[in-house]
């Protein structure tokens, strides 16, 4: 008898939720597809049926790249760029401290490089504070410096970018975060989220930055050919950034949906092909020898970019993917991984003291809202992040500087942070902030903490309304402990890369049984699972060691439980096998 996850809390103290499914979509997709009925159910409750099954497996960037002219400024960005290159023009580039702006920097300054002109990088430290400053454009003019782009950032930027106009510069907007019905007095604003877009391609405002950079090289390439730049030279390969495009778009944790599939799907076969330096150096440091996945990307890859503007140089990013030689990119990987280290026991220390601050007083809001004076302001959104999943709540951690607060937000479905933080600004709450639907960031004043809880905290229960929210685990399918096979594994790989609106899929295993369990690494604890109808496989669970769960399996003695998790194909030494990741335990 199957039984009802919802009628109960887990072990980990979550609900259980099947993703409901199409039946008769599903029942197509497995006999067009040739695909077990639990994947084909997966595609199904994630919209797609056959005739869209090849384009979802195998997405090509020549069916889902629109023509770059459809969004508003590039036309006028490309020519722009395009005589910039032509008349071997110096170029300004202003990009974010984290790793989509890492990226799209990266691509924009390798492509203008590429034709041998002079670019300055200038990726500000978070004292600095993000996006466009004056001291960035002070740093253009001493290496006389008229055209700018800023990239991952500058939409929202009106008084330093009309002051930079008013001073003779030109600039050119490449973003992605959400606008405002007024535009900076530029000479471009190219993003998907302007709210003057036609919206001809809904997929657009799923890029992130380095997604919009590259479409704004491909119309400069096209602007440069049409004009017969390229009749006595080479072109540029465009397709080789496409692993810095893939990186981006993973680390920013856009929809892995359209356009961005296919970036991020060809981007790793070109990333495997460890031609960029940098990338090629970090995935050394890291220990990555296997193909990379999306997982790599935003758990292993990302992590440390991002680490060198949390904690150190900000700008090491930048230099790691544009390095250009071997030596160059080792010693900066080593630098970014060295970074990362010393980021994880700060967050460590940020993560502890907000715990206990949120478990010591009670909750007026269905928010995590905590800041402290002595935190750093390169972790509160990784702190953000994982009260967020602490507590299933929309979390909002500030760090107290000496001259302002400084804030970073993640989200649950149902609120929108951008939206939130968008609103805030307008009531003079927030002194500058912007963000996505799930992240955002933001600055205020000291006095105005009280007056931004209450805001967001009224914002949030209305939303969410007044009832605590029990955390939700949504599964996609059920199977035996024997159904479990590496076959199963390979078909779920068919559903890569995985990400944002594109999840790795959690599967249930029922009636199973924990055998030498022990604890390993970091507070992992690693066991085999097996069952009374036959079958065995090794399974283990991530830093859970001090958790109910870790201490269940490490304690079990021949007891029965349900299992939530994810099927993966381990490959070692050239040799294949299935593992299961466990989530969370149910006992039967």
């Given amino acids: 008898m199957m039984i009802n996850f919802e009628d109960s809390k887990s072990i980990g103290g979550n609900i259980w939720v099947k993703t409901p499914i199409n039946e008769r979509q599903a029942e197509a997709l497995a006999q067009s597809g040739n695909l077990p009925y639990i994947v084909a159910g997966i595609l199904a409750s994630r919209g797609i049926g056959s005739e869209s099954l090849e384009a979802f497996i195998n997405p090509k960037l020549q069916n889902l790249m629109p023509n770059p002219s459809c969004l508003k400024g590039m036309d006028v960005a490309a020519k722009r760029l395009a005589e910039a290159v032509t008349n071997n023009e110096a170029v300004g580039i202003i990009g974010d401290y984290d790793v989509d702006g890492a990226t799209s920097s990266s691509v924009l300054r390798k492509f203008l490089e590429f034709f041998g002109l002079k670019v300055i990088v200038h990726i500000p430290d978070r004292e600095e504070g993000y996006g466009p400053s004056t001291q960035a454009f002070a740093e253009f003019k001493t290496e006389n410096i008229k055209l700018v782009v800023t990239t991952d950032c500058g939409t929202t930027a009106f008084d330093v970018l009309d002051k930079a106009a008013e001073d003779g510069f030109e600039v050119i907007v490449l973003d992605h975060h959400e606008a405002e019905t007024r535009l900076p007095e530029v000479l471009a604003v190219v993003n998907p989220k302007r709210l003057d877009e036609d919206n001809d391609y809904p997929y657009l405002k799923y890029l992130a930055a380095v997604g919009v950079v590259f479409l704004t090289v491909v119309a400069v390439n096209r602007e440069l050919k049409n004009s017969g730049f390229y009749t006595s030279r080479p072109a540029p390969d465009l397709l080789k950034f496409l692993d810095m495009v893939a990186l981006g778009t993973v680390c920013d944790v856009v929809p892995l949906l359209g356009l961005n599939r296919a970036y991020v799907k060809q981007g790793l076969k070109i990333m495997s092909l460890r031609q960029n330096l940098g990338i090629k150096a970090l995935s050394d440091v890291a220990g990555l020898s296997e193909a990379p996945t999306a997982f790599h990307l935003g758990y292993v890859l990302g992590p440390r970019i991002n680490a060198g503007g949390r904690v150190g140089d900000s700008s090491i990013g930048n230099k790691l993917l544009c390095a250009k030689t071997d030596d160059e990119a080792r010693k900066l990987a080593e630098a970014l991984n060295q970074f990362n280290l010393e980021r994880k026991d700060i967050e460590s220390y940020v993560l502890l003291q907000a715990i206990e601050i949120l478990e010591g007083q009670p909750q007026e809001y269905p928010i995590a809202f905590v800041f402290g004076n002595d935190w750093h302001q390169g972790v509160i959104g990784i702190v953000a992040g994982k009260l967020k999943e602490r507590y299933n709540v929309p979390a909002f951690v500030m760090s107290i500087e000496a001259d302002e607060v400084k804030g970073s937000a993640r989200s649950v479905p149902g609120v929108d942070l951008g939206a939130l933080v968008m609103a805030a600004k307008e009531q003079g709450l927030l002194t500058k902030g912007g963000g996505h639907t ?102 283990i669970s991530f830093r859970c060691a001090d958790t109910e769960v870790g201490k269940t399996i490490l304690n079990a003695r021949g007891e029965k439980f349900n299992i939530i998790g994810v099927l993966h194909k381990d490959v070692w030494q050239g040799n294949s096998s299935v593992q299961f990741i466990i989530e969370d335990i149910a006992k039967i």
């Fill in 438 to 539: 799930m992240a955002a960031g933001f600055s205020l004043n000291e006095d105005k903490i009280a007056d931004f809880k209450k805001f967001a905290g009224e914002f949030v229960k209305q939303k969410l309304g007044d009832e605590r929210l029990v955390p939700i685990i949504e599964y996609d399918g059920l199977i035996s402990l024997k159904g479990a096979t590496l076959d199963l594994a390979e078909k779920l790989q068919l559903l890569e890369p995985f990400g944002a609106g594109n999840p790795e899929p959690k599967i249930v295993i029922e009636n199973v049984k924990f055998s030498r369990a022990s604890i390993i690494g970091n507070g992992h604890v690693k066991c085999f699972l097996t069952s009374d109808t036959g079958g065995s496989l090794k399974a």
